[in-house]
């Protein structure tokens, strides 16, 4: 199967989305409700019949298990949708992207540009052997990416959570980012590059 990358993902309409994250939140609260409840028939059955107690356990436990999956699977969505600006009509999108666009991230990914300009350019070392940005698509948009660094850097320029939050994943992500992986077409780096500048306030 061919890898697809940051950009290529495929996610059903927003409506459905958008039940499909309120269906995952029901499902969380009604593990950890039953879970609670398993829990507290288990504190009870100890004294008075421990092989009980062993059976509600381990129905804790699996309906702990369940409700950590329920709680993953909306967060991995959630994530998915992040660099969706259309995504941003739905509410839970639009208040985990904003807490995740801070001043802070933002620095640290303008940084991050920054280091693997350098490497390219050979004044540093790459930080790591095994996980290494290509140079070769990194050189022809030197000037591209100092600028984005730059707006990423100026506290005073808007940038759309979008943008922070797909740039991130194109960093963060080798396996399916363009700027890691020879097996991506380059193009889709250059349209990585467009959507995040497409959010980013002119200067």
Known sequence: MAVRSVLERDLP????????????????????????????????AVAAEPRLAVV???????TLVLAGRSIW???????????RRDAYEIETVRSEATRFAT???RQRLGAWLRQIIAVADGEQRPPSQNVRVINARVEP????????????????????PASVALLHQMLTRPGVSPLYNPGLDEDLLDLGLHRVEAGIEPS
Request: aromatic letters at 2%; proline letters at 4%.
């Open 103 to 105: 001043p802070a991230r």
């Open 56 to 62: 509600l356990a381990a129905a804790a436990l699996a």
């Open 141 to 160: 948009r030197r000037e591209r990416l100092l600028r984005m660094a730059e707006a990423l850097e100026d506290d005073a320029r808007e940038v759309h």
């Open 13 to 44: 309409p927003l409506n459905e989305v958008e039940r499909k994250l309120g269906a995952l939140r029901s499902q969380a609260r009604d593990f950890l409700i039953a879970f609670g409840l398993a829990a507290v028939g288990t504190a009870v």
């Open 73 to 83: 699977r909306r967060r991995e969505l959630v994530v998915m949708l992040m660099p």
